[in-house]
């Protein structure tokens, strides 16, 4: 795996940055290294999406950790919130390069 990427569709209403300053302020994400916010490859998740997040990804941490840690993050960030916030959903994805991405979007229905 190249890398793992976490794209957060607009609708969502969750920032690269409030993710980013999250992943820190948790202690289990934190201690799997530090994200960074990177320019999106044009059109790759859509127009709407200018840019991702890289999670690190260590050798002894599995994809499955990471991605829970992405849910937790989010999670933490949307309970905090005083208004109300849409259904939200988790897509997994690896792009042709190998890299693993979690999409975070409004819920497409169940």
């Known amino acids: 795996m190249s890398s793992f990427l976490v794209v957060i569709e607009p609708g969502v ?12 302020a948790d202690e289990q994400a934190a201690e799997a290294g530090p ?8 059109g790759q998740f859509g127009p709407e999406i200018l840019e991702w997040i890289a999670v690190p990804f260590a050798v002894n941490l599995a994809s499955n950790v990471v ?3 992405v849910k937790r993050v989010v999670a933490r960030v949307r ?17 042709a390069s ?5 999409v975070v979007r409004v819920s497409r229905g169940a």
């Open 67 to 69: 991605y829970d840690l």
């Open 35 to 42: 994200v960074s916010v990177e320019e999106a490859v044009p």
């Open 98 to 102: 190998g890299d693993e991405v979690v």
């Open 13 to 24: 209403g969750l920032s690269t940055a409030e993710f980013v300053a999250a992943w820190g």
């Open 79 to 95: 309970a905090g919130r005083v208004e109300r916030s849409p259904e939200i959903e988790y897509v997994r994805a690896t792009t």
